[in-house]
């Protein structure tokens, strides 16, 4: 079955987030103790990956015209919609944004997304995303505990994204060879590492950066990419 490895990925995410549900009930200094440490986490996982990047201008150019696009498009303002209509129909449980965007990004983005999806697609192998589903699902104890059933909702985008990868696998080898794979990969891990160390800066308190505005800058990091190669830039 070519899609089994996204499958166990999102039933792992969807069990961790309905046990971390569970261990909600806690005090709030413990609650905002643990929400730090996950900022924590979260902030030295947004860098390793940013770290990857080997040009940081073509980052830079993504943010940007990323950030213009996903303001452009109210990205953050149509999920904060979606996250209080969601929340009215489950029980008016709030922080269902954060959990929903911070779930989104940490399970999609980065290296093991890409590589798990194309391995499944191309040798039927699952190995790396049944590894991957270990990770989310645990993670997702810590997320939806502190962050709420936003976190739940997470694996259909990731089903979606890592689903279209494997779908799509051959007719991507078709076109960039493992090289130009590779930058791409890169591309988008330093560019989504970045988004992360902006959520990671949320759930700290440190500040607040409009995280759902610069998601559009993943597809234009594909798009810096591929002209990259196409012109050996």
């Avoid at 149509?78 to 990004?105: A, D, I, M, P």
């Avoid at 980065?110 to 699902?137: I, N, Q």
């Amino acid at each position: 079955m070519i899609l089994l490895g996204t499958l166990v990925n999102g039933i792992a995410i969807a069990a961790g987030s309905l046990l971390g549900t569970f261990l909600t009930g806690m005090r709030k200094e413990i609650h905002e103790t643990v929400m730090q440490g996950i900022g924590l986490v979260v902030l030295v996982i947004g860098l390793s990956m940013a770290l990857e990047a080997q040009n940081f201008i073509s980052v830079l150019l993504s943010l940007v015209v990323g950030g213009i696009l996903g303001g452009w498009l109210k990205v953050e303002d149509r999920l904060n919609q979606f996250g209080k209509w969601v929340e009215n129909r489950w029980k008016g449980e709030s922080r269902f944004s954060t959990g929903f965007v911070t779930g989104t990004l940490v399970y999609c983005i980065g290296p093991m997304a890409v590589l798990g999806g194309l391995d499944s697609g191309l040798r039927g192998d699952h190995e790396v995303l049944y590894t991957k589903s270990l990770l989310d699902g645990f993670t997702a104890i810590l997320f939806s505990s502190s962050m709420g059933s936003g976190v739940l909702f997470s694996m259909i985008p990731v089903a979606l994204y890592q689903g279209a990868i494997t779908l799509s696998a051959g007719w991507i080898t078709q076109f960039l060879d493992k090289e130009a794979l590779d930058q791409v990969i890169q591309q988008v891990t330093a560019t989504g590492g970045i988004l992360i160390i902006g959520i990671g800066i949320n759930l700290l308190g440190l500040g607040k950066i409009r995280v759902g505005d610069l998601l559009p800058a993943i597809p234009v990091a594909v798009a810096v990419a591929l002209v990259m190669i196409r012109f050996s830039i």
